[in-house]
């Protein structure tokens, strides 16, 4: 496959494993993020994200699979995979030591022609940063907007970002937010992103991959997810749970007369199927946000884990 | 204008939603320039993806138009298209609180009645109708 072709997926992630000892932290994982859009990764801790991520910066290499950029192997060629993506890590590993300004010029140096200075410049001046300032000495937002300049000051198509924005005060986030929709506005990036704020997913991103185990759960479009996942709630008359299910059922939970059944595909025709039930009093259709869709699909993961 | 992430309404048909009422309230009146892609992606934080996909569905509707290399402007049936959408808009949210009122296991005529009253603490008790 050529790596020009305009086609081609910006992240291509193929049957990506990785084992830690015993722990499977990566399991047969493939997706794809086309160029141009914003991919948010979602998961309980523990999931994989940031094991994923690590990966596709060429980091850690996999127990097998591929991890590609922009048609080039993170596991074969690390380097220019780096190259071509701005990274902003989970935690931020700049000189402690060094001023802004110098870690900047070190930066520089590295990238030589691909280093823009006028985006460096805009940034720095976005995010009012000092240049005569200690890297230990800046606060978790100063410092997780350095990483952002650094990150997009040598023009990357891609932006991985992992967790970025965690642990930030408020005006701190939005300010970050605001320097990555300023870089997206004019060059369009494909971004990958991880977080545990799902109003964020809902913000940036087109399409959604919810991580479990290792394993990937759901992965496409948010708005298709949300409008085909339906909360049923039930009234029983007497409180006993129907043996039955509609199908594409992620999780139930009876408590008294109340059932409430989260249900993926929703169609009509499956809250009619639940009133058809012996015993069923009262059938309603609640609409749900991404937050409670992926909470209920994670929740029922787990009591699947418990009955096995 | 204003979204809310939590909602289970698409946040593209927030954006257009939000266009349209304050074209509807004449913020913006036929002939005069929307916010660019830019600015309203960065003042509501959102993808500027997602703004993108409201402007389409809005310049589809013939809300806005866009003038190579200028920008987005008010269709001069702009007003006129956003009255009819904003009937869209407030049919679903009577669709909500009618479900609400449902589970609550409210009659008609008790819906009604509060329907009545939530109309006259607006619009006043009837004798300077709008």
Not at chain 1, 119 to 145: E, W
Not at chain 1, 184 to 198: A, I, K, P, W
Not at chain 1, 210 to 230: D, F, M, P, S, W
Not at chain 1, 240 to 251: E, F, I, K, M
Request: net charge neutral; with cysteine.
């Amino acid at each position: 496959m050529s790596t020009s072709s305009c086609c081609e997926p910006a992240i291509e992630l193929v049957g990506l494993t990785k084992r830690f000892g015993a722990t499977l932290a990566v399991d047969n994982l493939s997706l794809e993020v086309p160029r141009g859009s914003t991919l948010g990764l979602i998961g309980p801790n523990g999931a994989g994200k940031t094991t994923t991520i690590r990966i596709l910066m060429g980091v850690l290499s996999p127990t097998a699979g591929d991890a590609r950029v922009l048609g080039t192997s993170a596991v074969a060629d690390p380097t220019r995979v780096k190259q071509r993506v701005g990274y902003v890590p989970e935690v931020q590993h700049i000189y402690r030591w060094m001023r802004v300004g110098q870690v900047i010029g070190f930066c520089r140096s590295l990238y030589q022609e691909s280093w823009n200075e006028e985006t460096c410049r805009s940034v720095l001046d976005l995010f009012a940063l000092d240049p005569h300032k200690k890297v230990k000495h800046l606060s978790k937002g100063m410092l997780v907007k350095l990483s952002l300049l650094l990150a997009i000051s040598h023009d990357p198509d891609v932006l991985v970002l992992d967790e970025p924005m965690s642990g930030l005060d408020p005006i701190a986030r939005e300010e970050f937010l605001d320097g990555v929709l300023r870089t997206l506005c004019e060059r369009g990036q494909t971004v990958l992103f991880s977080t545990h704020t799902l109003d964020d997913v809902q913000r940036m991103a087109d399409t959604v991959a919810i991580l479990y185990e290792g394993r990937l759960l759901v992965h496409g479009n948010i708005e298709q997810l949300v409008a085909t996942t339906k909360r049923i709630r039930v009234v029983l008359a007497n409180g006993s749970r129907p043996d039955q299910v509609p199908a594409g059922t992620v999780w139930d939970r009876l408590d008294g007369r109340e059932w409430l059944l989260t249900v993926r595909d929703f169609a009509p025709e499956k809250a009619q199927q639940v009133r058809a039930l012996g015993g069923v009093d009262h059938v309603e259709v609640i609409d749900l946000g991404l937050e409670d869709v992926f909470k209920d699909i994670v929740k029922g993961q787990r009591l699947k884990g418990v009955v096995q | 204008m204003r979204i809310d992430p939590r909602s289970h309404v698409p946040i593209y048909l927030q954006i257009a939603d939000e266009v349209r009422a304050a074209v509807a309230a004449g913020i913006y009146r036929p002939g005069e320039v929307i916010p660019s892609l830019r600015v309203l992606a960065i003042d509501l934080q959102v993808n500027p993806n997602t703004v993108q996909r409201a402007y389409d569905e809005l310049e589809r509707e013939g809300l806005i138009y866009s003038q190579r290399g200028k920008g987005l402007y008010v269709a001069e049936q702009g007003a006129a298209s956003a009255h009819r959408r904003a009937l869209d808009t407030v049919s679903r949210a009577f669709d909500q609180g009618v479900r609400c009122a449902q589970a609550a296991g409210m009659s008609r005529t008790q819906l009604d009645e509060v329907f009545q009253s939530a109309v006259r603490r607006t619009y006043g008790d009837g004798s300077q109708q709008a």
